[in-house]
Every structure is written in C-alpha cells, then in structure tokens.
C-alpha cells in the first residue's frame, strides 16, 4: 500500500518470546494505529500514536506495548508472545484522527503465529 | 466492542447484478467509513458519510446514512468479479474512535 509498509510480513515466534513489528509511513501523518483482525472479531485497537512519543492504549491492549521515536515508524512489541497473540495485525494512518473525517490508509498486514 | 453489524455475513450473486450491504449501529457517530479488503490484504477505504449527510456517491458505490434508524447501506452497481472482497463498516464516535463491525463477505459469481 503507498505510503505505508509493514515488516515482517509473516513471523512464526514461539511462546514467551517478545516481537516487534513495524510500521513505516512515508506520508508525514500525525495519527497511526495497531489493529489486530481476528475471524469474527472485525478489527479491534491495540494501540495509538497521536504524535512522536505521544501514544494511548486501545480496546486489546494487554500484553502489546507501542513506540514511536519518529513519525514515521510506530513499533508494536508483544512482551511475552502467547498464542491467544495469534492473529493478522495491520498499521493504519490517518490525516486528521481526532477530528475524524478522513478516512484511515492501511498496511498489507503481518500474520504472526505463535506456536 | 464491536459497534457495526453488517447485514447479511455473506452475499453471493451473479455478475452484473446489484450488492447491498447494511451496517446498523448503537450510539451517535461523527461519521461512518466502508472498506474493502480482499482476501489477504489490508483494507481500502471505500468512501466516508459525515452524520449530517444522507447520501454519498462515489464510482458504482452508494452509500446511504439514516442516522434516526442507526442504520447505512452500500450498494455497488453493476457488480464485477473484482468486487468480490469483504466489506466492513466503521464508525467514529464521539471520542473519535474508529469502531468496526465484522464485515460482509460479497462474492460475484462469473
């Protein structure tokens, strides 16, 4: 997806070892987001960054911890990785997330299994 | 929380034909998003209805807000084979959050 690339795209980890994803945008966005899409569930928060250093914890946000040192890299980091982690996480930007009447950009995803 | 239930969970129809989609929610919205996303992709933003519009066009897409009856509908004209995807509501609430519904998985049959 233009403007915002997520690495790795698949990572198999085993039980209690901590993983970090990455999120990286091009397009100077003040607002980024961790979702994760489990089947069933839609999307569900984890996370959110509302400027550099600036983040806040969504619905889902047990056992996730997030960075953001520079605007254009959000890191999602799974403490103590478990298996109920299973899932599709995808970072999501946004031009105005506060105000809210722009729609969100999304990354091609990481399926992460833990096994 | 899940805040949008799409209606029906599947859809199945023939090339040409029309798709409707419906999303009902609970409580009041700024605005309400549609996505795509196909089958192993990140979502693509379809189009965005601000509370106090009724109806948006965009391309075959048209989308309907009826904020008496918490309810939206897409519908896609003519549908394609590459329309085949799923499609998912989102509403933004007063706190600004983004809360999606489940998705309707619509599949165009050659």
């Known amino acids: 997806d233009a403007g915002i690339t997520q690495s790795p795209r698949h990572k198999v980890t085993e039980t209690g070892t901590p993983v970090t994803l990455r999120c990286h945008q091009t397009?100077?966005?003040?607002?980024m987001y961790w979702y994760r899409q489990d089947p069933g569930h839609g999307l569900r928060l984890i996370h959110y960054?509302?400027?550099?250093?600036?983040?806040d914890k969504g619905e889902v946000s047990d056992g996730y911890s997030v960075s953001r040192s520079k605007t254009e890299d959000f890191l999602l980091t799974l403490e103590s990785a478990t298996s109920s982690q299973t899932s599709v996480y995808f970072c999501?930007?946004?031009?105005?997330?506060?105000?809210?009447?722009?729609?969100?950009?999304f990354g091609s995803g990481t399926r992460l299994t833990v096994v | 929380s899940q805040q949008g239930e799409e209606d029906p969970q599947a859809l199945s129809i023939q090339e040409g034909e029309n798709a409707t989609m419906n999303c009902s929610y609970k409580?009041?919205?700024?605005?309400l998003q549609w996505y795509r996303q196909n089958s192993g992709r990140g979502l693509v933003h379809l189009i965005l209805?601000?509370?106090n519009e009724r109806e948006k066009h965009s391309g075959r897409l048209r989308v309907t807000l009826d904020t008496s009856k918490k309810s939206s509908s897409l519908l896609i004209t003519a549908s394609r084979a590459a329309d085949t995807a799923s499609y998912f509501c989102?509403?933004?609430?007063?706190?600004?959050?983004?809360?999606w519904g489940a998705g309707t998985k619509l599949i165009i049959k050659p």
């Open positions: 209805i601000r509370s």
């Open positions: 960054s509302y400027g550099v250093k600036d983040t």
């Open positions: 999501a930007i946004s031009e105005t997330g506060v105000f809210g009447n722009y729609g969100y950009t």
């Open positions: 397009e100077n966005h003040r607002y």
């Open positions: 989102a509403t933004m609430d007063s706190n600004y959050q983004l809360i």
């Open positions: 409580t009041s919205i700024n605005n």
